[in-house]
Each structure stands twice: as C-alpha cells, then as structure tokens.
C-alpha cells in the first residue's frame, strides 16, 4: 500500500510566513474586487511547491524580473493602498535565504507565481 509522506523542510516559519503573506497580499490587491486567489501546492523530488495564483491584469513578461527590485510598484489604482514595493523583493529575499527561489510562471491570465523550497531527505 502506498504511503502519503509528507516532504521534511527546515525553514525559519515565521520568515516563511511572512514571504507567503506578501505573496499573497500582492495577488490579492491586483485581483479585481470578488475574484478568488488560488493556492496550491505540488513537490518535486528535490522541492516542496507552493503556487499562488491570482486573475489580475498580469506582468508583462518585459517587467517580471524588475517586480522582484526593492522599491518597484505597478498599482495604477487609487482605490487600492499603495505599497512600497518591497514586498515580492523581500518574500524572494526570504525564500532565496532558505535555498529555494520565487518565479513567475507563464499565464494567460492573471499572475501564478510558484514559491520553491528545499526538501530535505528523511533519514
């Protein structure tokens, strides 16, 4: 019989807690109004995946790596709070910190981006 073992990740969770929170911050302000933010999870051998996905206006493929800069901000909407721009360069601090990575995935729709950690092996 199959066995479900969960992946074994070493993480600092209040660090990951905070890179999932802006993540999902993020994909909630650039949401219209009603529209859900998906989040789901899959592995690979070496890593444990989260995928946040939202069905906003997207980022333009000649943008996605300047999101990840300190101080970048596309909200063009007053009726949203303005941020920052720290917080997807902050989550992508945290996450690389931790040995994985953050990458926005090729969408027609909105924005997924995928969150990457480490697995460790069970010993």
């Known amino acids: 019989m199959p066995q479900n073992i969960s992946p074994i990740l070493t993480i600092q969770a209040a660090l990951i807690e905070q890179a999932l929170f802006n993540l999902i911050e993020n994909a909630v302000t650039f949401s219209p109004d009603g529209e859900r933010v998906e989040i789901s999870f899959g592995e690979t051998q070496q890593a444990l995946l989260i995928f946040i ?5 997207g980022i333009p493929v ?13 909200r063009q909407s007053a009726s949203k709070d303005g ?6 360069s902050v989550a992508r601090g945290i996450i ?3 040995g994985g990575d953050i990458r926005i995935l090729p969408t ?5 981006m995928e969150v990457s950690l480490p697995k460790e092996e069970a010993h």
């Open 83 to 88: 941020g920052s721009g720290l917080g997807l």
């Open 53 to 57: 996905q939202d069905n906003g206006p």
């Open 96 to 98: 690389r910190a931790h």
């Open 108 to 112: 027609t729709q909105g924005c997924t």
């Open 62 to 74: 000649a943008r996605q790596k300047e999101v990840f800069s300190a101080f970048s901000s596309f």
